[in-house]
């Protein structure tokens, strides 16, 4: 019986958590972290700059790690672990990212 409640909040939790995930993705804000998972199968994160109609600025962070609980090291090594270089990606490509699975998470404050 414990299980089967177990079981059921889980469901709901994560439910509720790509639901708020897929909005933050339709609606982009300054300082979004974006949890990415690469082609090469590792992660990391990616951290909004700014926001210019369509386009959203993105800062890459500079380590990556082999596994998805391994984000919250990345994080702990501060802003000052986000690259300098710009790139810019479309709120269409976040979205295609985030339906690819390869935008898993997103953190905002």
Known sequence: MII???VVFLYFYDKKNTEQTAQ???S???GDKYRV???SG???LYKVKEIKGDSVFILTHQYETD???GISDLEAKGEAAYDTTVYI???KEIKDMFNKKEIYGVDRK
């Open 24 to 26: 933050y993705i339709e």
């Open 42 to 44: 590792s992660y990391t």
């Open 28 to 30: 982009p804000a300054i």
């Open 89 to 91: 990606l479309t709120k």
């Open 67 to 69: 596994k998805s609980k």
């Open 37 to 39: 998972q690469l082609k």
């Open 4 to 6: 089967a409640v177990l």
